[in-house]
Each structure stands twice: as C-alpha cells, then as structure tokens.
C-alpha cells in the first residue's frame, strides 16, 4: 500500500506598493494653487491696483463750509494701510463713518449724502443749516436753524433774525448742539411772522422762562405773554381781536403787557 502524505501548502502574502505620482501631477494641489492665485489677483485688484483708487472727490453745496478744511478730512479718512501698502480704493472707503465726522465737525452742515460713482470718484451732497433767529445766552449770541440747533457763534445780535432768550435753559452750550425744541421755535417764528406782518408789532426779543411761558417784547416798550404748551393761533386770534375793538392807536403807547395765557379773552394791563 503506498500512503502518501501531503503537506499543507504554505502561501506567502505579497505587498504591493502603489507607486507614488509626482507632485507636479497632484490635481488638488494645482486647484488649490489656482484658487490662491485667483483670490490674490481679484484683492490685488479691488484694494491696490490703480484702477479703484480713488482720484477724485466732488463737493456740492458748501456756501459756509470751507471745502479746503471738508477735502482735508475726507482725505484722512479716505486713508488706509492693506498689509503696510496704501490705499484709498473706493471700495475700503467707510461712507457712514466719513458721513458721522462730517457732521460732528462741522455744525453747519445738516445733511450730508455720499455716492460711490465707479471707479475712482465719490460725491459729496452738503446740505447746510439755514439761520432763522439768535439763540442769546451768557453775553453769546448763536445763530438757529429751524431745527433747534445752534451751528455758528456771532459777536452780536442781527436785524436780520429774531432774538430768542430761553432763561431756565440747563442744556449744553456747544455748536451743533439742540437748544430749542423743534416746535417752540415753529411757534415763535409764526407769532413773529403775523405780529409784523398782519399787526405791524416789531419785536425786541422772544423770552422762554418756565412753565414755557413766552414773553415777547416789543420796540414799543411793552409787552405780550403767550403760553407756548397752549394753542398759539387761538392765543394770537385773542391778541387780534383785543388790539382791533379795545386798544385804540393812541393807547398803544400806554400799555405795561397784554396777557393771553388764561381764558378765552386777552387781557391787557395799561401802566399806572
């Protein structure tokens, strides 16, 4: 009998090595290369090329401001450093923050509008304040626009607007600053307005005290009391009607004040 024995056939695990590409051959690499180059040629571009910086600035509406001292700011701000390089491309240029020191640098401006106009030109609308009376406070006469604010400091009082005395003001004293409210003012420049115009009363001064009482003094010497938090054209309406059928002309020169805060008649007291 022939046995035969057959040994366990051994098998050798074999490794194979994928051979590596070249760098060069590394498509992701390549794409990331492109991406970086891109992003850097698109920010050299915007920021630093020639093209988007800025070259021009135009202003329009400057009467009081000065336009050297306005391009003077607006070109500080305008400044920028992009990795130690300078700039002033269009679009670094921050126009609420060039807008906000515009107005806190100069009072007289009321408004101010920028526009971007691609690629190298910003412009510049200035609306200033316009004067409608004198705010007098502390021997200072400031001039008013019809906001309430002050935005110019004058030696001494004008004809040319009304003299407005507020004497328990407790606010702050700086120009740009609201010194009146909106709607007092409105009211005194409509009592001006009709005691000129409808009556032929000049006045003196308008003086706001407390409780808003409003005394007007007239060049005549005497004086009308209206209250400010009541309706005016009612309180005007009463001065019409007493100066028309009670107060002949002759008298006018005899009159201390008239007063129309209380009630639905004027009330004039003549001097003793």
Same mark, same amino acid.
């Given at each position: 009998?022939?046995?035969?024995?057959?040994?366990?056939?051994?098998?050798?695990?074999?490794?194979?090595?994928?051979?590596?590409?070249?760098?060069?051959?590394?498509?992701?690499?390549?794409?990331?290369?492109?991406?970086?180059?891109? #992003?850097?040629?698109?920010?050299?571009?915007?920021?630093?090329?020639?093209?988007?910086?800025?070259?021009?600035?135009?202003?329009?509406?400057?009467?009081?401001?000065?336009?050297?001292?306005?391009?003077?700011?607006?070109?500080?701000?305008?400044?920028?450093?992009?990795?130690?390089?300078?700039?002033? #491309?269009?679009?670094?240029? +921050?126009?609420?923050?060039?807008?906000?020191?515009?107005?806190?640098?100069?009072?007289?401006?009321?408004?101010?509008?920028?526009?971007?106009?691609?690629?190298?030109?910003?412009?510049?609308?200035?609306?200033?304040?316009?004067?409608?009376?004198?705010?007098?406070?502390? +021997?200072?006469?400031?001039?008013?626009?019809?906001?309430?604010?002050?935005?110019?400091?004058?030696? #001494?009082?004008?004809?040319?607007?009304?003299?407005?005395?507020?004497?328990?003001?407790?606010?702050?004293?700086?120009?740009?600053?609201?010194?009146?409210?909106?709607?007092?003012?409105?009211?005194?420049?409509?009592?001006?307005?009709?005691?000129?115009?409808?009556?032929?009363?000049?006045?003196?001064?308008?003086?706001?005290?407390?409780?808003?009482?409003?005394?007007?003094?007239?060049?005549?010497?005497?004086?009308?009391?209206?209250?400010?938090?009541?309706?005016?054209?009612?309180?005007?309406?009463?001065?019409?009607?007493?100066?028309?059928?009670?107060?002949?002309?002759?008298?006018?020169?005899?009159?201390?004040?008239?007063?129309?805060?209380?009630?639905?008649?004027?009330?004039?007291?003549?001097?003793?």
């Amino acid at each position: 009998m022939n046995i035969i024995i057959m040994g366990r056939k051994q098998y050798r695990k074999l490794h194979r090595y994928k051979k590596r590409k070249p760098v060069y051959k590394n498509r992701g690499l390549w794409l990331g290369f492109l991406i970086l180059a891109f #992003s850097f040629s698109l920010f050299y571009f915007l920021f630093l090329s020639e093209f988007f910086q800025i070259k021009e600035v135009k202003l329009a509406g400057c009467r009081q401001i000065s336009q050297e001292q306005l391009n003077l700011l607006i070109n500080e701000k305008l400044e920028k450093k992009i990795l130690f390089f300078p700039s002033q #491309s269009i679009f670094l240029a +921050d126009l609420n923050a060039i807008k906000k020191d515009i107005l806190e640098r100069f009072p007289e401006a009321a408004k101010v509008e920028i526009k971007r106009i691609f690629p190298e030109t910003l412009d510049f609308s200035i609306i200033e304040r316009e004067g409608v009376a004198v705010f007098y406070w502390a +021997d200072k006469y400031f001039v008013l626009d019809k906001e309430g604010v002050i935005f110019e400091e004058k030696s #001494s009082a004008s004809s040319v607007w009304s003299q407005i005395k507020v004497l328990d003001f407790t606010g702050e004293i700086r120009l740009g600053a609201k010194v009146l409210e909106k709607s007092d003012l409105a009211a005194i420049l409509q009592i001006d307005s009709e005691l000129k115009e409808d009556l032929n009363i000049l006045v003196e001064e308008f003086v706001i005290s407390a409780g808003k009482k409003l005394t007007v003094s007239t060049v005549k010497g005497w004086e009308i009391y209206f209250n400010l938090q009541e309706n005016v054209e009612w309180q005007l309406t009463k001065l019409k009607a007493v100066l028309e059928e009670k107060i002949p002309p002759e008298k006018k020169g005899d009159l201390e004040y008239i007063e129309l805060r209380f009630g639905n008649f004027a009330n004039p007291k003549y001097k003793d």
